[in-house]
């Protein structure tokens, strides 16, 4: 088994099957989105012809919906799967979310999430898309004010009610609309059917991957994510690789990679984030120019499937520094004339 092909493969890094950006982040179920300008060339890249413009739509559609969902963070989701993943996932969140406002010593009255999440609502009903800052001069009619920690929560635990989601697409700015707006009505789910499918997006997209990374991934307990596992039944399989147990499905793809592709990756990208231990793709003597113990995540150059350097996405031309390997920085042009073509496609 080789492990960076397989994965390059699946993940749609090299080879994508897929033209549209909600198709890509139909398949990957769900992908990180920290990273308000790069979630975009995370999808994209997936892509056979990458388009700004293209994402631009997709979200601007609702096709793709962004919230804050699996491990406290930023998450895009296809609109299709949206109820299923907040049904699933939204429980852990809102327990995460309120640890976190009591570690910061932030109390939340049920009158005032109630009060502040009415005006939310209306905010976001009367302009189909509203900004923080609309959030705030909506309060503020109201006579009340609250710092921006405070509203960040309350916008959180309305996007895990199911009431708000991203809006309009800006340049720099997030926006949020109504739920009722930009989804179909919630459909009655079965838990275990729910279970299954979250299962199976995750390792054909990922694979291959062991059980810790699926429970780092999904944020789920390890009784939920074996209970998922096993009702793949005989869809997926273990294979042993040094040592370590990795689960592939039996629609695996293995053929296709071929050698010297370089990738510009984006920060939080699944390629790394997906994964517990990212040892296979990344040598440990080099995790520090990916992401520090934080979690803050770098843009991250692959060639090949293995991180070997560092690049600048916003700079006009190609900025690339390499801390593994002795490569001449021509041979990544054929990937930034790519990124270019994308970002220029507006």
């Not at 088994?1 to 769900?30: C, E, K, T, W």
């Not at 919906?65 to 939204?90: P, V």
């Not at 979310?97 to 009060?115: F, Q, R, V």
Request: net charge positive; charged share 25%.
């Amino acid at each position: 088994m080789n492990p960076i092909s397989i994965r390059l493969l699946n993940q749609q890094l090299v080879v994508p099957q897929f033209d549209a950006p909600a198709d890509v982040v139909a398949y990957m179920g769900a992908m990180q989105a920290q990273e308000y300008r790069m979630m975009r060339w995370a999808v994209e890249m997936r892509t056979r012809k990458p388009s700004a413009k293209a994402f631009k739509a997709a979200f601007d559609d609702g096709k793709i919906i962004r919230l804050h969902l699996m491990r406290g963070t930023w998450q895009l989701l296809s609109a299709e799967d949206y109820w299923l993943m907040l049904d699933l996932c939204a429980p852990k969140a809102i327990a995460v979310t309120k640890g976190w406002m009591a570690s910061n010593k932030i109390t939340i009255p049920d009158d005032e999430l109630i009060k502040v999440r009415d005006i939310l609502v209306q905010t976001a009903a009367d302009l189909g898309s509203g900004t923080k800052e609309d959030f705030v001069r909506a309060l503020a009619e109201k006579n009340i004010r609250m710092d921006d920690h405070r509203l960040a929560y309350h916008i959180r635990m309305a996007e895990l009610s199911g009431t708000l989601c991203s809006g309009e697409l800006l340049p720099q700015r997030a926006t949020y609309s109504l739920v009722a707006d930009r989804v179909l009505p919630k459909v009655k789910s079965d838990r275990d059917e729910t279970l299954m499918c979250f299962a199976r997006k995750y390792f054909q997209s990922r694979q291959p991957a062991t059980l810790e990374d699926f429970v780092w991934w999904s944020g789920l307990n390890v009784s939920d994510c074996r209970r998922g596992i096993a009702l793949l039944g005989d869809f997926i399989h273990v294979e042993k690789w040094k040592g370590r147990e990795f689960y592939l499905t039996d629609d695996c793809r293995t053929r296709g990679f071929k050698r010297g592709k370089f990738l510009l990756i984006p920060p939080y990208d699944e390629y790394l984030i997906s994964y517990k231990s990212r040892d296979i793709v990344l040598p440990p003597e080099h995790r520090h120019h990916a992401h520090n113990n934080s979690g803050i995540f770098q843009p991250v150059v692959a060639c090949d499937g293995t991180i070997c350097g560092n690049w600048q996405p916003f700079k006009a031309d190609c900025h690339v520094s390499f801390f593994a390997g002795d490569f001449c920085s021509e041979n990544v042009a054929k990937a930034w004339q790519t990124y270019r073509v994308y970002r220029e496609n507006k």
